[in-house]
């Protein structure tokens, strides 16, 4: 079997605003299992930024260790990348971010990566609001070392060798809200339609943009009894709302009654078109989103779309106040201000 994808392509292949196709935007054959719902979300990720038109060059693709982790290489093969070691991710991003604030940084994670080893780092960078995109590929288990049951595995849920998890879940999108996290979303891995705009709206947001995306393990968590197959995900979805993506340069033209739809307006001028689903839904209420999952949780129903986001958030480069060059351009000139200057700051510190 090859894994070397053909490079020919189809003379008129729908091409993007800088002229790039489909497949500019994918990267290598996935050696994942067939069904794997990390292929479905790798391949969202390549259309949002496909259908974003952004440069592969200007994206940097960062991971730490599992299945999940593996995904980078399967999207945009012409963007940076940087597999770190398992659960270590969230810090290889904030350096690569202080350094270097002109590339669009794009963490992926799997919930045994991020809810167990990598707890701690998810903490902090989280509630550092650090300008990335941060995707878990939630499957309940870890699926690299044969299918024992992770922390994001429900209370009661059963594996695949018939034993039931009896411990509380660690649940990933409330853990972002306590921290502060100023986009927070949920979707799952067969729902392309709300995924690839919810992608597109988290690279637009500046701040963390925290998406939890259940995704089946079809080799060791598809099984009867599971809460993470795809039968149980589409059973119990429950949608907040539809979600739309309407970018800066395309006309905004509402039309709604009250209370059916709402548009956020996003930093850089683009919007978010929610049509509302559920009842009273508000994404800028971090307090009624704990009340909606608490109860989404009592009932056994996954709420999915965008949970919360916060339009006035500062990310972390606004808090420190730094420097808004690449800190590898920087040169003998811009580092050293003269003697004048520095016993100044000296002074200050007296």
Excluded at 48 to 61: D, R, S, V
Excluded at 185 to 195: H, I, P, T
Excluded at 319 to 341: A, M
Excluded at 342 to 348: D, Q, T
Aim: charged residues 20%.
């Amino acid at each position: 079997m090859s894994y070397i994808k053909p490079k020919f392509h189809h003379p008129q292949s729908p091409q993007n605003d800088l002229g790039y196709i489909k497949s500019d935007y994918e990267g290598a054959i996935s050696t994942l299992c067939a069904g794997c719902g990390h292929d479905s979300i790798s391949s969202a990720i390549a259309q949002a930024c496909f259908e974003m038109a952004i440069e592969p060059h200007k994206l940097a693709k960062l991971s730490g260790i599992g299945c999940s982790s593996k995904t980078p290489a399967y999207f945009l093969s012409n963007s940076h990348g940087f597999n770190s070691v398992h659960g270590r991710m969230p810090s290889i991003a904030t350096g690569a971010n202080l350094a270097n604030r002109d590339l669009i940084y794009f963490g992926v994670s799997g919930d045994g990566d991020t809810a167990s080893i990598g707890m701690g780092q998810f903490v902090h960078v989280a509630r550092r609001n650090l300008n990335m995109v941060y995707i878990v590929m939630n499957n309940g288990c870890y699926g690299l070392t044969k299918g024992q049951d992770s922390a994001t595995a429900d209370v009661g849920s059963v594996s695949k060798a018939g034993s039931k998890n009896m411990f509380q879940t660690v649940d990933l999108v409330s853990m972002a809200l306590e921290l502060g996290a100023s986009f927070v979303a949920r979707s799952f891995s067969g729902d392309k339609a709300q995924l690839i705009p919810l992608i597109k709206a988290a690279i637009s947001h500046p701040g963390f943009a925290f998406i939890d995306v259940i995704s089946p393990c079809v080799t060791f968590n598809n099984n009867v009894g599971s809460t993470k197959t795809y039968d149980y995900v589409r059973e119990h979805v429950k949608y907040t709302s539809t979600v739309d993506f309407v970018p800066e340069a395309e006309e905004i033209t509402v039309e709604y009654a009250e209370g059916e739809s709402k548009a956020v307006k996003l930093h850089d001028g683009s919007y978010l078109q929610l049509q509302k689903l559920a009842p009273d839904w508000n994404p800028q209420d971090r307090f009624a989103v704990y009340e909606k999952l608490h109860r989404a949780k009592q009932t056994g129903e996954i709420l999915t779309g965008l949970l919360y986001i916060d339009t006035e958030s500062q990310d972390l480069h606004q808090l420190l106040n730094t420097i808004k060059q690449p800190l590898n351009t920087l040169n003998e000139k811009d580092l050293y201000l003269g003697n004048e200057v520095l016993e100044r700051i000296n002074a200050g510190f007296r």
